[in-house]
């Protein structure tokens, strides 16, 4: 028996493991008339309410919460965060979800998990939900063809939206004299290799003075940090930098969007300081806000802004290929100079802005077309037998 799924509802409801992360958020399409079918994205169940700017751990990623709502959602599509919880968890997770008839979606954004050292555990999340899942999203071509060779799928690409609010004043930077490298190690979360990125960035700026290129070194990390002895041996490494070098350290607190985004538009180049990852969020801002980005070949970053001018890559540790990706990018504007604080900087970060604006449009159609195929999987999938026999509960309700 196959039951027979009720009418199409105006508005797909959209669970998202997070709803409130900036990624999820720009999901949705900047006017609506650009979609034809509306995508309601539920708002993330608190797991503190004397917290609400925490999500984690993700309250959705529940095989009771699953059940308890059922009849409230129509698209379970799972982001981050599946690190908080265990493998048995999460199969019960996504078996919940088979019994509502709930289609799950899963956007690989990290094949290599950040948050972690060890990636077992990750590994296993992903064989998981690649396996599980009605529809695969990526945000590279690079990374779904790793996708496919490692688990047999190929997800569909959809490339990462802004990060910059469309509608907030953007910074431009500081115009000054000296040119300015910067790396920010944040919290010096696993895959942030600070004292690496800042070795190896002291040597490129001494090669760089050598050749008559100098630029001043900034390092900003966070006061409190997840690795005190990395932050211990940065500390070292700015202060035992030549004297010949302009190289500094400034910890502060954990700075907010805003915040952020200003100390990185006040940069000519920023450097990656990652050991590990897949894609990155900060190479997504940097483009928003004009600012070039030397990246560790790490993961499939490179991947994000194929074209793009100010992307430039070098093998982790190798300070000669660092020097020569900065002055790259440095070069690569010296047309049409697009330093901190210019009318060059201000003009391309409008240009980009009006790209995203129209980008995000398409973003938005590529997720209505993969929750629609989702639905109209998990419609046409006979349901579990539980709920097929006479008298059984209901199955939640479905958009076909």
């Known amino acids: 028996m196959i039951d027979t799924p009720p009418p199409a509802r105006d508005a797909l409801r959209v669970a998202s493991v997070p709803a409130g992360h900036p990624y999820v958020q720009h999901l949705q399409p900047v006017d609506g008339s650009a979609v034809t079918r509306a995508v309601l994205r539920l708002a993330d169940p608190l797991p503190d309410p004397a917290e609400p700017a925490r999500w984690w751990p993700p309250v959705v990623l529940d095989a009771g919460w699953i059940a308890e709502h059922a009849d409230e959602v129509d698209v379970l599509h799972v982001h981050f965060g599946t690190e908080s919880y265990g493998l048995d968890h999460l199969r019960r997770v996504v078996d919940a979800a088979r019994a509502a008839r709930i289609p799950l979606v899963h956007t690989v954004h990290d094949l290599v998990n950040p948050q972690l050292v060890d990636q077992?555990?990750?590994?296993?999340?992903?064989?998981?939900?690649?396996?599980?899942?009605?529809?695969?999203?990526?945000?590279?071509?690079?990374?779904?063809?790793?996708?496919?060779?490692?688990?047999?799928?190929?997800?569909?690409?959809?490339?990462?939206?802004?990060?910059?609010?469309?509608?907030?004043?953007?910074?431009?930077?500081?115009?000054?004299?000296?040119?300015?490298?910067?790396?920010?190690?944040?919290?010096?979360?696993?895959?942030?290799?600070?004292?690496?990125?800042?070795?190896?960035?002291?040597?490129?700026?001494?090669?760089?003075?050598?050749?008559?290129?100098?630029?001043?070194?900034?390092?900003?990390?966070?006061?409190?940090?997840?690795?005190?002895?990395?932050?211990?041996?940065?500390?070292?490494?700015?202060?035992?930098?030549?004297?010949?070098?302009?190289?500094?350290?400034?910890?502060?607190?954990?700075?907010?969007d805003d915040e952020l985004a200003e100390a990185l538009a006040d940069l000519d180049v920023v450097l990656l300081p990652y050991s590990h990852g897949t894609h990155s969020g900060w190479v997504e801002l940097s483009w928003d806000l004009g600012v070039p980005v030397a990246a560790p070949r790490v993961g499939h970053v490179a991947d994000q802004h194929p074209d793009a001018v100010d992307t430039a890559s070098f093998?982790?540790?190798?300070?000669?290929?660092?020097?020569?990706?900065?002055?790259?990018?440095?070069?690569?504007?010296?047309?049409?100079?697009?330093?901190?604080?210019?009318?060059?900087?201000?003009?391309?970060?409008?240009?980009?802005?009006?790209?995203?604006?129209?980008?995000?449009?398409?973003?938005?159609?590529?997720?209505?077309?993969?929750?629609?195929?989702?639905?109209?999987?998990?419609?046409?999938?006979?349901?579990?037998?539980?709920?097929a026999t006479a008298g059984s509960a209901r199955p939640a309700e479905l958009v076909s």
Request: aromatic share 0%; hydrophobic share 45%; net charge negative.
């Open 120 to 256: 077992a555990p990750h590994l296993a999340h992903l064989g998981l939900l690649v396996a599980e899942s009605d529809e695969l999203i990526t945000l590279t071509k690079g990374a779904a063809a790793e996708v496919e060779r490692t688990f047999g799928r190929r997800p569909v690409v959809v490339p990462h939206p802004h990060l910059l609010p469309l509608d907030a004043v953007a910074p431009t930077g500081t115009a000054r004299d000296e040119v300015v490298v910067g790396v920010s190690l944040r919290d010096l979360r696993p895959n942030v290799d600070g004292p690496g990125s800042v070795a190896t960035l002291i040597a490129a700026a001494g090669l760089l003075a050598e050749a008559g290129e100098p630029v001043t070194v900034r390092v900003d990390v966070n006061e409190r940090v997840r690795d005190a002895s990395a932050l211990a041996e940065v500390r070292a490494l700015v202060a035992d930098a030549p004297d010949h070098l302009d190289v500094s350290l400034v910890l502060h607190p954990r700075l907010g």
């Open 315 to 387: 093998d982790a540790g190798d300070a000669d290929q660092l020097a020569a990706a900065v002055a790259a990018l440095l070069r690569a504007r010296s047309d049409e100079p697009a330093r901190p604080g210019s009318e060059g900087r201000e003009a391309l970060v409008a240009e980009r802005r009006e790209r995203r604006r129209a980008q995000r449009d398409e973003i938005a159609r590529a997720h209505l077309a993969v929750y629609e195929r989702a639905v109209g999987t998990a419609a046409a999938r006979p349901a579990p037998i539980a709920q």
